[in-house]
C-alpha cells in the first residue's frame, strides 16, 4: 500500500524484457525467428463483426447488474468457504483430500451433465478455423455434443469458442448447464491448496452466460441484435468486474486481448455498473482475501467515518522501550519475547507496567539494528570500559535484507552483564505524533511516507504508544445494503476464531 516513483521505472522495466523475450521465444516456437509481432498470450481472437446498436447499451448495462450479483454471491461464498478451511482444515492430509474430492465432484458433474443434457448438434465449421475443437460423443455421425465441446476444451480455447461461433453452435440449455456448474465449481476450487487462478475461471463464466443471453435475445424478440459473441465478451466483462471489482485495468486487458477499441465503450460502462452493485453487497475478492489473510493492505483514503478517531484510541500500549544503555540479557530477552520490529529508546523505563507513559523520548532502534549490534558484540564490560568488538557503516549494509533470527546467535553467558550504548545506532529524529493526531492525518502520513511503526508521545515527549499499520488496517470501512461506517476489525486467528474486539465505530444509513 506504498507506491514511489523508482517502482514505477522497475515494473515498467520488467514488463519491457519480459515482452521483448516473449515474443522472441513466440516467434520461435512458430517458426519464425525475430518476428517480434505477436500479440502476447493473452488473445481471444478478432471480431469479424464488432456493430453494435445503441439499445444494447442498456442491455449491456443490465449485463453489468447481472455480473455484480453474481460476483457479490461468488465472492460470499468463497469466503465462506475460506473460513471453514480455516477453522477446520489445519491438516496437509485435509488439504489433499480436499483438493481430490473437488476433483473427483468436477469430474462427475461434468460427465453426468454431458450424459443427461442430450445436445447433438451437426457440425459446423467457420472458414479459416482449425482451432475449433468439436467432439462428438454419443452423438450419430457428423454430429457433435456442444456441452461436451465446452467442457472438454481447454479454457482458452473454450473462451475463444464462444465468443467467435456461429450463433447456433451452443444451445441455451448447454450454455445455461455449463455456466450454472462451472460457476459452484470455480467458487469451490479458488482457495484449494493448488497452484489456482481467477482470471480464467471467471473469465469463462461469464463468457457462458454472456452468450447465453445472446442467444436468447435472437430468439425470443424480433429486434436485431449483435452476434452472440459479443454478448458473451460483456458477459465475461461483466462476472469479471463483479467478482474483482476492477475497472481501469481489466478494460485495458480485455480491449488488448480482443485488438479492438469499439469495444471500450460498452465494457466501461459494464464494469462501473458490476462494480457499482457488487460494492452494494461486500467487496472485491482480492479485498476480502486480504482482509482474511491479516495482510496489513491500508486503502487509498482514511474511512470516511474516521473522523472521531485519535492516535490516542487507537496506539499500542504498553510499550516496550529500551534505556540509553541497557544490559545484553534485557535486549536479547525482549528480542526473544516480542517480534517487534521497532522499539523506542527512552531515558528512564518505568517499572509500574500501568504506567501512562514510559519516560522522554529520545529516539528509535530496529530490530535488525540490534541483531546486528549482538553478532558485532558491539557492547563494553562496564568495570573495564574495554569493547568486545568493532562495527562500522558497511556491517549494515552487508547484512540487508537477511538478518538472522535472535535464536540463531549465540551470546556467551559472560558476556549477559555487558552493557550496550544505544545512543550512537538510535534514528534520532524519528517520525513521531501526538495522541490527539487525528486518524486520518495518522493515516496519511503512513500512506505517503511507507511507514511501518510510530511513536506515539504525549505533550512533554513522553513515549505513551506505538502505532504501526496493523492498527491502522483494521480500521475498515463497511458498506452493506445502503448502510455504512467503520469498525474495527476482528481479525481471524490461526484457529479460525474471530477476535472479540469487533467493535462498531460509526454508523450511518446512506441517506444520511
Same mark, same amino acid.
Given at each position: 500500500?506504498?507506491?514511489?516513483?523508482s517502482?514505477?521505472?522497475?515494473?515498467?522495466?520488467?514488463?519491457?524484457?519480459?515482452?521483448?523475450?516473449?515474443?522472441?521465444?513466440?516467434?520461435?516456437?512458430?517458426?519464425?525467428?525475430?518476428?517480434?509481432?505477436?500479440?502476447?498470450?493473452?488473445?481471444?481472437?478478432?471480431?469479424?463483426?464488432?456493430?453494435?446498436?445503441?439499445? &444494447?447499451?442498456?442491455?449491456?448495462?443490465?449485463?453489468?447488474?447481472?455480473?455484480?450479483?453474481?460476483?457479490?454471491?461468488?465472492n460470499?461464498?468463497?469466503?465462506?468457504?475460506?473460513?471453514?478451511? +480455516?477453522?477446520?482444515?489445519?491438516?496437509?492430509?485435509?488439504?489433499?483430500?480436499?483438493? =481430490?474430492?473437488?476433483?473427483?465432484?468436477?469430474?462427475?458433474?461434468?460427465?453426468?451433465?454431458?450424459?443427461?443434457?442430450?445436445?447433438?448438434?451437426?457440425?459446423?465449421v467457420?472458414?479459416?478455423?482449425? %482451432?475449433?475443437?468439436?467432439?462428438?460423443?454419443?452423438?450419430?455421425?457428423?454430429?457433435?455434443?456442444?456441452?461436451?465441446?465446452?467442457?472438454?476444451?481447454?479454457? &482458452?480455447?473454450?473462451?475463444?469458442?464462444?465468443?467467435?461461433?456461429?450463433i447456433?453452435?451452443?444451445?441455451?440449455?448447454?450454455?445455461?448447464?455449463?455456466?450454472?456448474?462451472?460457476?459452484?465449481?470455480?467458487?469451490?476450487?479458488?482457495?484449494?491448496?493448488?497452484?489456482?487462478?481467477? /482470471?480464467?475461471?471467471?473469465?469463462? #463464466?461469464?463468457?457462458?452466460?454472456?452468450?447465453?443471453?445472446?442467444?436468447?435475445l435472437?430468439y425470443?424478440?424480433?429486434?436485431? /441484435?449483435?452476434?452472440?459473441? +459479443?454478448?458473451? @465478451?460483456?458477459?465475461?466483462?461483466?462476472?469479471?468486474?463483479?467478482?474483482?471489482r476492477?475497472?481501469?485495468?481489466?478494460?485495458?486487458?480485455?480491449?488488448?486481448?480482443?485488438?479492438?477499441? #469499439?469495444?471500450? !465503450?460498452?465494457?466501461?460502462?459494464? !464494469?462501473?455498473?458490476?462494480?457499482?452493485?457488487?460494492?452494494?453487497?461486500?467487496?472485491?475478492?482480492?479485498?476480502e482475501?486480504?482482509?482474511?489473510?491479516?495482510?496489513?493492505?491500508?486503502?487509498?483514503?482514511?474511512?470516511?467515518?474516521?473522523?472521531?478517531?485519535?492516535?490516542?484510541?487507537?496506539?499500542? #500500549?504498553?510499550?516496550?522501550?529500551?534505556k540509553?544503555?541497557?544490559?545484553?540479557?534485557?535486549?536479547?530477552?525482549m !528480542?526473544?519475547?516480542?517480534?517487534?520490529?521497532? /522499539?523506542?529508546?527512552?531515558?528512564?523505563?518505568?517499572?509500574?507496567?500501568?504506567?501512562?507513559?514510559?519516560?522522554?523520548?529520545?529516539?528509535?532502534?530496529?530490530?535488525?539494528?540490534?541483531?546486528?549490534?549482538?553478532?558485532?558484540?558491539?557492547?563494553?564490560?562496564?568495570?573495564?570500559? &574495554?569493547?568486545?568488538?568493532?562495527?562500522?557503516?558497511?556491517?549494515?549494509?552487508?547484512?540487508?535484507?537477511?538478518?538472522? $533470527?535472535? &535464536?540463531? =546467535?549465540?551470546?556467551?553467558?559472560?558476556?549477559?552483564?555487558? *552493557?550496550?550504548?544505544?545512543?550512537?545506532?538510535?534514528?534520532?529524529?524519528?517520525?513521531?505524533?501526538?495522541?490527539?493526531?487525528?486518524?486520518?492525518?495518522?493515516?496519511?502520513?503512513?500512506?505517503?511516507?511507507?511507514?511501518?511503526?510510530?511513536?506515539?508521545?504525549?505533550?512533554?515527549?513522553?513515549?505513551?504508544?506505538?502505532?504501526?499499520?496493523?492498527? @491502522?488496517?483494521?480500521?475498515r470501512?463497511?458498506? *452493506?445494503?445502503?448502510?455504512?461506517?467503520?469498525?474495527?476489525?476482528? @481479525?481471524?486467528? $490461526?484457529?479460525?476464531?474471530?477476535?472479540d474486539? %469487533?467493535?462498531?465505530?460509526?454508523?450511518?444509513?446512506?441517506?444520511?
Amino acid at each position: 500500500s506504498f507506491w514511489n516513483q523508482s517502482l514505477t521505472w522497475r515494473i515498467f522495466f520488467s514488463s519491457l524484457v519480459s515482452s521483448f523475450f516473449l515474443n522472441t521465444i513466440l516467434s520461435t516456437y512458430k517458426g519464425s525467428p525475430g518476428d517480434l509481432s505477436n500479440p502476447g498470450l493473452a488473445n481471444f481472437g478478432l471480431f469479424e463483426i464488432s456493430n453494435y446498436e445503441w439499445y &444494447e447499451l442498456i442491455i449491456f448495462i443490465m449485463m453489468g447488474a447481472l455480473g455484480g450479483l453474481l460476483g457479490a454471491g461468488f465472492n460470499e461464498i468463497n469466503i465462506k468457504l475460506s473460513l471453514f478451511r +480455516i477453522r477446520h482444515m489445519k491438516y496437509r492430509i485435509l488439504k489433499v483430500i480436499e483438493v =481430490i474430492l473437488v476433483a473427483f465432484t468436477t469430474t462427475a458433474i461434468g460427465f453426468c451433465a454431458m450424459y443427461f443434457v442430450e445436445d447433438c448438434t451437426y457440425a459446423q465449421v467457420k472458414d479459416n478455423t482449425t %482451432e475449433l475443437y468439436n467432439l462428438q460423443m454419443q452423438c450419430d455421425s457428423g454430429q457433435y455434443n456442444s456441452l461436451a465441446t465446452l467442457f472438454l476444451q481447454s479454457p &482458452e480455447s473454450t473462451v475463444k469458442d464462444l465468443l467467435h461461433s456461429p450463433i447456433d453452435k451452443f444451445s441455451w440449455k448447454s450454455l445455461l448447464t455449463f455456466s450454472v456448474i462451472y460457476y459452484f465449481m470455480s467458487v469451490w476450487t479458488y482457495g484449494l491448496a493448488v497452484a489456482s487462478g481467477l /482470471f480464467m475461471p471467471s473469465l469463462l #463464466t461469464g463468457a457462458a452466460y454472456g452468450r447465453l443471453v445472446g442467444v436468447l435475445l435472437h430468439y425470443v424478440t424480433p429486434m436485431t /441484435f449483435s452476434e452472440p459473441g +459479443i454478448y458473451a @465478451l460483456i458477459g465475461a466483462a461483466s462476472f469479471l468486474g463483479g467478482v474483482t471489482r476492477m475497472t481501469i485495468s481489466l478494460t485495458v486487458i480485455i480491449m488488448e486481448a480482443t485488438r479492438n477499441i #469499439t469495444f471500450g !465503450l460498452p465494457i466501461m460502462m459494464t !464494469l462501473v455498473t458490476a462494480r457499482f452493485v457488487g460494492n452494494y453487497f461486500n467487496e472485491g475478492l482480492y479485498d476480502e482475501h486480504i482482509n482474511l489473510k491479516q495482510v496489513p493492505m491500508l486503502p487509498w483514503d482514511p474511512p470516511v467515518k474516521s473522523f472521531r478517531l485519535t492516535a490516542g484510541n487507537i496506539k499500542s #500500549t504498553p510499550v516496550k522501550c529500551f534505556k540509553a544503555i541497557e544490559t545484553v540479557e534485557v535486549v536479547v530477552q525482549m !528480542l526473544k519475547r516480542t517480534s517487534h520490529n521497532g /522499539f523506542p529508546v527512552v531515558t528512564q523505563v518505568p517499572v509500574d507496567p500501568d504506567a501512562k507513559h514510559f519516560g522522554q523520548f529520545m529516539g528509535l532502534i530496529t530490530r535488525e539494528q540490534l541483531i546486528l549490534l549482538l553478532i558485532k558484540r558491539a557492547y563494553f564490560n562496564d568495570s573495564t570500559m &574495554e569493547q568486545c568488538g568493532d562495527i562500522a557503516v558497511n556491517d549494515f549494509r552487508d547484512m540487508y535484507p537477511r538478518y538472522p $533470527e535472535i &535464536e540463531d =546467535i549465540d551470546i556467551p553467558q559472560e558476556h549477559m552483564k555487558m *552493557k550496550i550504548d544505544l545512543r550512537q545506532f538510535i534514528n534520532l529524529s524519528p517520525y513521531t505524533c501526538n495522541e490527539t493526531v487525528s486518524f486520518a492525518r495518522l493515516f496519511n502520513l503512513f500512506r505517503s511516507m511507507g511507514l511501518r511503526h510510530l511513536v506515539i508521545v504525549n505533550e512533554n515527549n513522553k513515549a505513551v504508544g506505538m502505532v504501526t499499520r496493523k492498527d @491502522l488496517a483494521k480500521f475498515r470501512k463497511w458498506r *452493506k445494503q445502503g448502510s455504512s461506517g467503520v469498525q474495527q476489525l476482528g @481479525l481471524v486467528s $490461526e484457529d479460525g476464531n474471530q477476535d472479540d474486539d %469487533e467493535t462498531e465505530c460509526c454508523h450511518s444509513h446512506a441517506s444520511s
